[in-house]
């Protein structure tokens, strides 16, 4: 007899899946042109939509209720206020999850500091997974090969987004010499493992973040 194949009963789970869903969405439709996009904004707005008309999907009970909004207000993010790109829930099942996106093209340079805000992005996210969110994901979006490839000197050896670089959990990162950003310090409380997915002439990038 096959066991029951129905939604998880746990809504952690049903999130995982829903952005797993919707972030394959995204890549095919972005690839095979549906959604065209050059800049950050378009790619938060459609992804939004994506994982919103998915999450729908996901509503087994009448009381569930799956919620999707765009730059969510956090205070006290290291003393600052923070807006994250994305947050979705089940807020009767008191589930959260935080989302940052990065889109960066080759056009549009300054490798060094999208490196150091991509980080930025990720610890912003752990500090969310430490206040009222259950859960955090990062994406990323590039043509720029910088960002895909191992550098040999100067902020991509600190803050190491190539492809296979490893992270370890309690790291800082802190790159003085950066100018515009050489005030900037990152604490990963998380390892986490860069692992690029190259389609066409893109690089793509998802990170599971708790």
């Not at 910088?146 to 670089?165: E, L, M």
């Not at 998380?190 to 893109?202: G, L, R, S």
């Amino acid at each position: 007899m096959k066991n029951p194949d129905i939604l998880s009963n746990d809504y952690s789970d049903r999130i995982h899946e829903i952005l797993d869903i919707s972030w394959r969405i995204l890549k095919t439709r972005f690839i095979e042109g549906r959604h065209e996009f050059l800049l950050e904004a378009p790619f938060q707005h459609y992804f939004a939509h994506i994982i919103s008309s998915i999450g729908d999907s996901f509503c087994t009970k009448r009381e569930d209720q799956f919620l999707v909004d765009l730059e969510t207000k956090l205070d006290d993010i290291k003393g600052k206020t923070k807006y994250v790109d994305i947050t979705c829930s089940f807020p009767n099942q008191k589930t959260k999850c935080a989302i940052e996106l990065k889109f960066k093209t080759q056009r549009q340079g300054a490798q060094d500091h999208g490196r150091i805000d991509a980080f930025r992005d990720i610890e912003v996210i752990e500090l969310a997974c430490n206040q009222e969110y259950n859960l955090g994901r990062f994406y990323m979006i590039t043509n720029s090969t910088p960002y895909i490839n191992q550098s040999r000197r100067g902020v991509g050896t600190v803050f190491t987004t190539h492809d296979g670089a490893i992270t370890e959990a309690g790291q800082i990162f802190h790159c003085p010499d950066s100018k515009g950003r050489e005030d900037v310090i990152v604490k990963f409380r998380n390892p986490y493992t860069f692992n690029w997915e190259k389609i066409n002439d893109w690089y793509f990038l998802e990170l599971k973040i708790q």
